[in-house]
Nanobody, 129 residues
């Protein structure tokens, strides 16, 4: 089992920055992909960014490309989401998730949110205009 704890959410004005952290514990050696997702009230959950823990390959949703950066500190078993140039439409509950099932030669981009098998409790991000 993998346990995930997010932190770093808060309220900022448009154009500001936040850095979210996701600390993993448990069977962290088995994690292949880590992802950040978000869900705003009345909207479907959206994948924001993913990282392949083995090689560091990253993927971003078009809506955040160029503004958000996902990274990892393997020594600390922590994944980060640096969010710059925040917009009101970025307001949502942000969740990190871990995929520790077989990946093989596939990229993390083919792993859907329903495949991720460990989720954090979420951290709220609110961006005011």
């Amino acid at each position: 089992q993998v346990q995930l704890v997010e932190s770093g959410g808060g309220s900022v004005q448009a154009g500001g920055s936040l850095r979210l952290s996701c600390a993993a514990s448990g069977y962290t050696y088995s994690i292949n992909c880590m992802g950040w997702f978000r869900q705003a009230p009345g909207k479907e959950r959206e994948g924001v960014a993913t990282i392949y823990t083995g090689g560091g390959s990253t993927y971003y949703a078009d809506s955040v490309k160029g503004r958000f950066t996902i990274s990892q500190d393997k020594a600390k078993n922590t994944v980060y989401l640096q969010m710059n140039s925040l917009k009101p439409e970025d307001s949502a509950m942000y969740y990190c998730a871990a995929y520790n099932r077989f990946l093989g030669s596939r990229a993390c981009t083919v792993v859907t949110d329903s495949d991720y098998n460990s989720w954090g409790q979420g951290t709220q991000v609110t961006v005011s205009s």
